[in-house]
């Protein structure tokens, strides 16, 4: 029951992150000028039909061609925005053409890592040197994805116009020539425009696809991607759901399921999930629970000596994953266990508190304008994402620009994510609200224990409140008699206020409690 209760809260958002970085989901086109473009409209189709679970299949059949379906609807249509995420060059001088092309690239490489695992994008210049993928075929793959009606223009048209969170907005989507506009495509020599080579025909890869007719249009070959028939499709996505979960794939490298790649720590039991994929009609739900809901999953994070020397870094799955959490989840833990977060779904990107100087627009009189309400605390796949200038604390905690398809996150450990929970205004006002809420506690060490246990889920041991306890004596030490600086710290905890010193150190103390490793770890 508390499974599938968590199917339901906040479930499409959760996932809809993994899926922002597959599709390079930003609200701005990139390049240098990286001007604004109106996409947040298929963010959220995303959170909405990943929370409805729409079966897989029909998923990916959407993003790649739900222009093409018959009878499409506007939802159809715009899901397919999620090749409309590509860059778009609107620099004078440039040539159309060429950065046309470029997005075409880059909407082939993106498909086949995220549906295939395949590195496919060096196919562009040369033969796949390790996989039997010749470059005709690279371009015959290419064929599909190149009679479609945008170009690199300022508008991104083709447009969408939609109604989405109560709010009409257009969206660029894609819509395929008709037949008498259909591109040629070429061949192109070492992968350079201007060495046109033979003309190809629209096809999938031999080593994939043995059927006798190649898939004649740009839906038929997202058919074929999305069928049981493609041997990679749906253990790509159980691979993924284990990535999310455990934190590492059965195949580590989820972006290359090839000879290059790590291979599977345990095949059969990737072929036993991809199975369960296809056996519950590509409910990635029931698949979800098929996870959490075995032994594997169930384990300790607590590693005995025997599992350390066994399996030191967990690739087989030994014990319970222990993992820092996401860049956003970070943030959204923060602001929920303050008492902050907003659970609003949907609507325009928002711009919550960031450091001063870091927003700077040059080809525009575009500003960071901070919200005073209910946007200023949404969760951070609302945050307005510039490509050139990336929300700088989630940058610190291994998002991306998102200017491709990033498959993958690696974790790193810095001095600088330590510096952004300490410091940045967003935690520092997380950390007064947690005060907020447990000074009415008599004695310090009942406000630290509820202020642990609130943020941690779990009941504190006497050394860990004794230990904040102290933190609190020092800090109340520090700060009496020391009005104004005391108010600096407090910010909001120091309204209504009758003990300043007290409330700045319950601050300091919440603030510690938001950096402790066991805040921002799953385990």
């Given at each position: 029951?508390?499974?599938d ?15 922002l ?15 604004h ?80 695992g ?52 257009t ?83 989820s972006e ?34 098929e ?172 050394a860990?409140v ?46 510690a ?11």
């Open positions: 029951q508390f499974v209760g968590a199917k339901g809260r906040g479930y499409g958002e959760r996932f809809a992150r993994v899926w970085d597959l599709g390079r989901y930003a609200d701005t086109q990139g390049y240098e000028k990286d001007n473009r109106d996409i947040w409209a298929w963010r959220d189709w995303l959170i909405a039909a990943l929370h409805a679970d729409m079966p897989y299949d029909q998923f990916a059949v959407r993003l790649l061609a739900g222009d093409m379906l018959p009878d499409a609807t506007d939802d159809d249509r715009l899901a397919t925005a999620f090749h409309r995420n590509t860059l778009t060059n609107t620099e004078g001088g440039t040539d159309n053409e060429e950065f046309r092309m470029a997005a075409v690239f880059d909407r082939v490489s993106t498909t086949w890592q995220a549906f295939m395949v590195t496919f994008q060096c196919v562009q210049c040369h033969g796949h040197p390790y996989e039997p993928i010749t470059q005709r075929e690279y371009y015959g793959f290419l064929a599909y994805l190149n009679q479609t009606a945008d170009a690199d223009i300022d508008d991104d048209s083709p447009r969408l116009a939609v109604e989405r969170a109560g709010l009409k907005t969206v660029p989507v894609m819509a395929q020539l008709a037949a008498d506009k259909q591109r040629e495509t070429r061949l192109l020599v070492r992968g350079a425009l201007k060495s046109p080579g033979d003309v190809v025909a629209a096809g999938l890869p031999r080593a994939l696809f043995s059927g006798d007719a190649q898939p004649a249009d740009r839906l038929a070959m997202a058919r074929w991607m999305a069928s049981a028939d493609n041997p990679l499709f749906a253990r790509v996505a159980a691979n993924r759901a284990w990535e999310t979960l455990f934190g590492r794939g059965i195949v580590e490298t290359d399921f090839g000879v290059m790649g790590s291979g599977a720590s345990d095949r059969a039991l990737l072929d036993h999930l991809a199975g369960v994929l296809i056996a519950r009609g590509f409910s990635m739900k029931a698949l979800l629970k996870i959490v809901m075995s032994a594997t999953y169930r384990q300790s994070a607590v590693a005995s000596a025997d599992a350390l020397a066994r399996d030191p870094d967990n690739r087989l799955f030994t014990r319970s994953p222990r993992l820092r959490l996401e860049a956003e989840q970070v943030r959204d833990q923060a602001l929920a266990v303050s008492g902050l977060l907003s659970r609003k779904i949907g609507g325009p990107s928002v711009y919550p508190p960031q450091p001063e100087g870091v927003w700077q627009v040059v080809y525009s009189g575009a500003a960071w304008n901070t919200p005073v309400g209910e946007d200023r605390y949404r969760r951070g796949i609302y945050t307005y994402l510039r490509r050139t200038s990336p929300y700088p604390s989630f940058i610190a905690f291994d998002s991306t620009s998102r200017e491709t398809c990033t498959v993958r996150r690696i974790r790193t450990n810095t001095p600088l994510a330590a510096l952004v929970t300490l410091n940045d205004p967003v935690y520092l006002e997380c950390a007064q609200h947690l005060a907020i809420a447990a000074r009415a506690h008599a004695d310090d060490a009942s406000a630290v224990r509820a202020m642990l246990e609130r943020a941690l889920g779990r009941a504190a041991s006497d860990e004794a230990r904040l306890a102290e933190l609190v004596a020092s800090e109340r030490t520090r700060y009496a008699g020391r009005d104004e600086l005391a108010r600096h710290l407090a910010g909001k905890a120091a309204a209504d206020s009758t003990d300043l010193a007290r409330d700045a150190a319950l601050v300091a103390a919440a603030n409690i938001l950096n402790l490793d066991d805040f921002l770890t799953k385990s």
